[in-house]
């Protein structure tokens, strides 16, 4: 790219029209070129009129649920981030590809020793993360559920908040190249919650509202677009 | 605006701004926060459903995007962007984007014919939250354009197309493209304003 694309390009970055690749080089270029940098910021402004030009409601109900979210949900303290987030939705999103079908999200992280968020059906993972803490919700509930292997996990949820926590500890060891990974199981879907690379982890991803069970299932260390092979853990939701 | 409201604050006669409720939520203050979800929610989800088009992910989004805003409260840089609005509606828009692009991408391995073509244009978007006389100035500001920097800002921003995508459709370089919108954009910013 010339330096005279690279200066066309702001328009282009500041709306999100660039490909992956573009949008890296773009960056590199925006730390050297305080001009752009400027260009871009007041771009995102003039766009964010465009987006006022469209506001609309969502939902009934969609405010008490966000703020019953926010009030479960732990605030960061105020020194800056360790990783942009979109450093953390780029890994993922090579290692997961884009694959799968379902039609809402769920966003999580495990915790544990492990891996990074989670996409759901293999949207845009999200950085959130939510560090949730599901015990104050009113209807919280835990579950239990082991196997034959020894393996043991429980889930902590709340239909309320739309979120749930698993734990699970003691699954048998991993071949190389392969990962556990988790799965929202309800009547009309299945989908992807998180992968996990070792035998025990935390899990806490948004809890679609038909989700009636957990699984776990042993896929390759990328993880896969849905099961490929019978669950090893079920947790029942209740 | 929700059906439901929470009461009204009590200094209805000195708002505080979005960066002012901002810098409260970031010490805890939930009703801050509250107050703030009043002034991002709309923009923020009628944005996010101009592009996704499915009430039911650009609720997920916008619930991303709020729950994010709250955590990182404390965190947000007025050197870097100095509205809280255009930081929500930057982190929401790209949100959209990577979700559009991978049910796009999922879309058009399953079926070659997935088409865009029925998305919502913006000027159908549902009328609400804002005041006439800013949805009057935006529209004129786009009618003002050219041609071609209409649907290059319409397919991108709107549409979440690529320029290269936009270029395909369009029947036109992908240069050109990526002209139109920085033109288009230059000349909204003189229009609108630029608060970054």
């Known amino acids: 790219m010339t330096g005279a694309d690279l200066h066309t390009l702001t328009g282009a970055y500041a709306l999100d029209a660039v490909t992956d690749l573009e949008r890296a080089e773009f960056r590199r270029h925006l730390d050297e070129c305080p001009v752009c940098a400027d260009e871009v910021g007041e771009f995102r402004g003039t766009a964010a009129m465009l987006a006022v030009a469209v506001a609309d409601s969502a939902s009934p109900g969609f405010r008490e649920r966000v703020l019953a979210t926010v009030a479960a949900t732990r605030q960061l303290p105020p020194q800056a981030d360790v990783a942009p987030a979109t450093h953390v939705r780029a890994a993922w999103h090579k290692r997961v590809g884009i694959a799968v079908s379902a039609a809402a999200a769920a966003v999580g992280l495990l915790l544990g020793g492990i891996s990074i968020g989670t996409s759901a059906n293999g949207y845009a993972p999200v950085q959130v993360a939510v560090p949730v803490d599901l015990s104050n919700a009113p209807d919280a509930t835990t579950v239990h559920a082991d196997s034959t292997s020894g393996a043991v996990a429980s889930a902590t949820l709340s239909r309320r908040l739309g979120f749930v926590t698993v734990d699970v500890h003691r699954l048998p060891a991993l071949a190389a190249g392969q990962a556990y990974q988790f799965w929202l199981m309800g009547p009309h879907d299945t989908r992807s919650a998180g992968l996990l690379h070792a035998s025990d982890g935390t899990l806490t991803t948004a809890l679609p509202r038909d989700a009636d069970r957990i699984g776990v299932t042993v896929e390759p260390s990328a993880g896969s677009p849905e099961p490929t092979s019978r669950s090893i853990l079920l947790v029942g939701l209740g | ?196």
């Open chain 2, 1 to 196: 605006m929700p059906v439901t409201r929470a009461a009204p604050p009590a200094r209805e006669s000195f708002p505080l701004t979005p960066e002012d409720l901002l810098a409260l939520a970031a010490r805890g203050d939930q009703r801050a926060f509250a107050q703030l979800y009043e002034q991002l929610s709309g923009p923020v989800y009628g944005m996010v459903r101009t592009v996704l088009r499915s009430p039911a992910q650009s609720e997920e989004v916008t619930q991303e995007v709020l729950l994010e805003i709250w955590r990182h409260a404390a965190r947000f840089d007025p050197s870097r962007t100095s509205k809280v609005l255009t930081w929500a509606l930057t982190i929401a828009h790209r949100r959209a984007i990577d979700r559009v692009r991978s049910e796009q991408a999922f879309r058009n391995r399953q079926d070659k014919a997935a088409r865009l073509d029925v998305r919502r244009p913006y000027d159908d978007a549902g009328e609400a939250a804002l005041s006439a006389a800013d949805r009057a100035r935006v529209r004129a500001a786009l009618r003002r354009l050219t041609a071609l920097q209409q649907e290059s800002i319409r397919l991108t921003y709107f549409h979440g197309l690529t320029c290269r995508e936009a270029a395909d459709r369009l029947g036109v370089a992908v240069g050109t493209v990526k002209t139109r919108v920085h033109d288009g954009m230059t000349r909204l910013r003189a229009a609108l304003g630029a608060h970054a």
